[in-house]
């Protein structure tokens, strides 16, 4: 297969390229890199492009869809819950459907938290496509625009990305790749969730609401991402920009 991407070398959002190699027909994921360079790419592949999927919402993963949708002469989809809200989009798609190629098959996945219709797509055999939900060393916030809640988020990760075979490769929308075995073994918050890392005691502020850092990662672009719990019991995944450290 022909998997390929665009990358914006600001925010380091990803455009995926999804194409069997024999057939020469695919997909292209999120449309927030250089648009140009994107349909450049697809022109290099010699690839006839049937759809763009739009994981969700946010700008950085929807800028270049009209000008690639007219350039590809293809629909662009999203999840109901993201259609009215991303720019271009004429269907669409929800867990469970399949773009069916001769050789291969792209299902979607519904994995919500980052946004209410997030979606991400498994190609068996070749990996899974994570959007803002599963990056290498860290995941998605809970806070932006459109989202929904943090068990929404771990709920997405832990039963519908990390339940598949430890060798499949993760294509995030953001950053590098990796695999669900790595990410189950190595990623902070997993670790965690697992019960395998003790969750952190610091107390810290979000806007100036009180919480505990219960964990502190890295995230793709070289800062920081926080799981933090409010005084209630409501957790969050939160930019570590927004943080402030405070001193008992």
Same mark, same amino acid.
């Given at each position: 297969?022909? @998997?390929?991407?665009?990358?914006?070398?600001?925010?380091?959002?990803?455009s995926? =390229? @999804?194409?069997?190699?024999?057939?020469?027909?695919?997909?292209?994921?999120? !449309?927030?890199?250089?648009?140009?360079?994107?349909l450049? =790419?697809?022109?290099?592949?010699?690839v006839?492009?049937?759809?763009?999927?739009?994981?969700?919402?946010?700008?950085?993963?929807?800028?270049?869809n009209?000008?690639?949708?007219?350039?590809?002469?293809?629909?662009?989809?999203?999840?109901p819950l993201?259609r009215?809200?991303v720019?271009?989009?004429?269907?669409?798609?929800?867990?469970?459907?399949?773009?069916?190629?001769?050789?291969? !098959?792209?299902?979607v @996945?519904?994995?919500?938290?980052?946004?209410?219709?997030q979606?991400?797509?498994?190609?068996?055999?070749?990996?899974?496509?994570?959007a803002?939900?599963?990056?290498k060393g860290?995941?998605g916030?809970?806070?932006?625009?459109?989202?929904?809640t943090?068990?929404?988020?771990?709920?997405?990760?832990?039963? !519908? @990305?990390l339940? =598949?075979?430890?060798?499949?490769k993760i294509?995030?929308g953001?950053?590098? !790749?990796?695999t669900?075995?790595?990410?189950?073994?190595?990623?902070?918050?997993?670790?965690?969730?697992?019960?395998?890392?003790?969750?952190?005691? $610091?107390?810290?502020?979000?806007?100036?609401? $009180?919480?505990?850092?219960e964990?502190?990662?890295?995230d793709?672009?070289?800062?920081?991402?926080?799981?933090?719990?409010?005084?209630?019991?409501?957790?969050?995944i939160?930019?570590g920009?927004?943080?402030? $450290?405070?001193?008992?």
């Open positions: 297969m022909i @998997i390929d991407r665009v990358q914006h070398p600001g925010h380091l959002v990803n995926w =390229l @999804i194409a069997g190699r024999e057939e020469a027909r695919g997909l292209v994921v999120d !449309t927030g890199a250089d648009p140009g360079e994107i450049a =790419l697809v022109r290099r592949h010699n006839r492009i049937v759809g763009i999927v739009c994981t969700h919402r946010h700008f950085d993963h929807t800028a270049g009209e000008y690639l949708a007219r350039n590809l002469g293809c629909p662009v989809y999203a999840h993201e009215p809200h720019a271009g989009a004429t269907e669409e798609i929800d867990a469970g459907h399949e773009f069916t190629f001769s050789k291969w !098959t792209a299902r @996945i519904h994995i919500p938290g980052h946004t209410a219709g979606i991400g797509l498994h190609v068996p055999g070749e990996g899974v496509w994570t803002d939900t599963l990056f860290s995941v916030g809970t806070v932006g625009t459109g989202h929904t943090f068990d929404d988020l771990k709920r997405s990760v832990m039963e !519908t @990305i339940s =598949l075979p430890p060798e499949t294509y995030p953001h950053g590098e !790749t990796t669900v075995g790595s990410e189950f073994e190595r990623n902070p918050f997993v670790r965690v969730w697992r019960g395998l890392d003790e969750p952190g005691t $610091r107390p810290a502020r979000v806007e100036g609401r $009180r919480v505990t850092v964990v502190w990662a890295r793709y672009d070289g800062g920081h991402k926080a799981q933090v719990v409010f005084p209630g019991g409501e957790r969050a939160v930019p920009s927004r943080v402030q $450290r405070v001193t008992l």
